[in-house]
């Protein structure tokens, strides 16, 4: 065989090569946007349908089983949900929205310990993302750690001063630390922020009873 023909061969291996990386690529992000937007929809056994192809194709891209895990959450599978966000962290340990949503999976399973460990994690990595102090917050809340729950939504609002769950979690860390002054005061700041949310007015009438209003 000539040289000539030898190159011939080699550079139609290489451009064969090539342009199917290229085609690999264009499939990972096709699947991979997609599955945002079934996502976005509310679509979630498509997306986690359209995930399990993109992880096939790729079985090392971390961001497909933290988006796979993020449609078993919503589907309420939180098991499974745990494993693709475990296995998103194995693939890579400092993927701070990962170890935030499997703080909220862990909560969900009831296993407060392991979501405030977690929690810590994504601050340590991400101590500006103010989200992270909320998700905290909501966990001492459910672990009845009230003062603990109640210092990160103070951290929270100083941050995000209108949003209006904010609010009623720390009334309701207020209620339990028997402030009750406190407590109605976030209540109507709550529903000052946003009117349509019933559960301002549902918890008011807690407070009155409790001041014998």
């Known amino acids: 065989m000539t040289k000539r023909a030898l190159f011939h061969i080699s550079f139609l291996i290489l451009v064969f090569l090539t342009v199917g990386r290229v085609q690999a690529q264009y499939d990972k992000q096709q699947f991979f946007y997609r599955g945002q937007h079934l996502l976005f929809e ?4 498509q997306a986690i349908d359209n995930f399990n192809k993109l992880i096939q194709l790729d079985p090392n891209l971390h961001e497909a089983y933290f988006f796979r895990g ?7 599978d939180f098991l499974g949900a745990r494993a693709d966000f475990d296995k998103a962290l194995s693939i890579h340990p400092i993927f701070t929205l990962a170890y935030h949503y499997r703080a909220i999976t862990h909560s969900r399973l009831g296993d407060y310990e ?35 729950a109640e210092e990160d939504f103070n ?10 769950e904010a609010y009623l979690n720390r009334g309701a860390c207020y ?4 402030d009750t002054v406190k407590a109605l005061h ?14 301002g007015y549902i918890r ?7 001041q014998e209003n």
Not at 42 to 45: F, P, V
Not at 118 to 133: K, M
């Open 42 to 45: 509310g679509k979630y056994q």
């Open 70 to 76: 993020i449609g078993k959450y919503n589907l309420g």
């Open 114 to 148: 392991k979501a405030l460990a977690d929690l810590q994690e994504a601050i340590d990595l991400r101590p500006g993302y103010n989200g992270l102090y909320f998700s905290r917050g909501v966990t001492y809340l459910l672990s009845q750690q009230f003062k603990l």
């Open 155 to 164: 951290r929270f609002i100083r941050h995000e001063p209108r949003v209006s």
């Open 175 to 178: 209620l339990y630390l028997k």
């Open 186 to 199: 976030d209540y109507d700041t709550a529903v000052l922020l946003n009117k349509f949310d019933p559960e």
């Open 204 to 210: 008011r009438p807690r407070v009155y009873a409790m």
